[in-house]
Every structure is written in C-alpha cells, then in structure tokens.
C-alpha cells in the first residue's frame, strides 16, 4: 500500500479543481488504490481495497468518488461486454485486453498516433471524441513442435 506522492496529490488537486471540486482524504485514497494496483478494478473491488485503509468509508462514497474521478479526466471507465464497469488510471492512449480465461484487463499499448488513424475511418460526416480498442480472447497455448 503506498500513500499518495506529491505529484499524485497536486495532479489530483489541479484536476479537481479544473472540475469544480476539491481533494478530500476519500477522494485522495480512492485515487491512491487506483494507482497502486493498475489491474482494472471495478467499484466492488475498489471499495474492499479502500476500506482496508480508510475502514469508514461507505460503497456509496466510494462510487461518488470513482464518478468524480471520471468526470475530471483522472481516470477512465472500462465497460467490457456485460461485465462491471472497471477503473483505469491510465490516461496515455492505449487498448485494452481481456481475458476470458481469467476476467483480467490489461493495458495494451499501441504505437503512437495509432488511436488518432483510426478515428480517420469514419465517414466524413462524423467524427469521433474517442476511441476505445479492446482485445478479447485467451492466454496464448504454447504451440508444441
């Protein structure tokens, strides 16, 4: 468990601020778990994490936290087929992967201006404010020789 660095904290503080709200010790711990274990919770997750540190934390404040990280750009909501929403603190382009073996997210990165070639795809009349690439699939068998 580690506590958030300064950098963390004026990065929060700034985003928040840009949005309208303030950092609150929640709002600070919520993020912290968040950028501890970069493995894609979902709010039921994020919740047991933040409870061992913050044991008066309520789910509903953790979901009003998770809902105004999102808002002010900190962290990105992952919606995999029908499964919960998951939490990434990532905020470099990249895709994600999911493994249906195990139901783990994981970032994938992807070359550079990669994310902005294929918003081109789209018929001239549209355009697109983000894109989302998510791989599926299963841990790769080792190919016998």
Wanted: charge should be neutral.
């Amino acid at each position: 468990m580690r506590l958030l660095g300064q950098e963390d904290k004026e990065t929060l503080a700034m985003a928040l601020d840009h949005s309208g709200q303030r950092a609150t010790p929640q709002r600070e711990t919520v993020f912290g778990v968040l950028l501890d274990q970069r493995d894609h919770p979902t709010a039921d997750e994020v919740y047991a994490r933040t409870k061992s540190r913050m044991p008066t934390i309520s789910m509903a404040t953790v979901y009003n936290c998770l809902e105004t990280l999102v808002s002010s750009g900190l962290v990105k909501q992952v919606n995999i087929e029908r499964e919960p929403t998951r939490y990434c603190p990532n905020l470099a382009p990249h895709a994600h992967f999911h493994c249906r073996d195990t139901g783990r997210v994981y970032d994938v990165p992807v070359p550079e201006g990669m994310m902005k070639d294929l918003a081109k795809v789209l018929p001239g009349e549209y355009s697109a404010d983000s894109v989302e690439l998510v791989f599926r699939g299963h841990l790769a068998k080792e190919k016998t020789k």
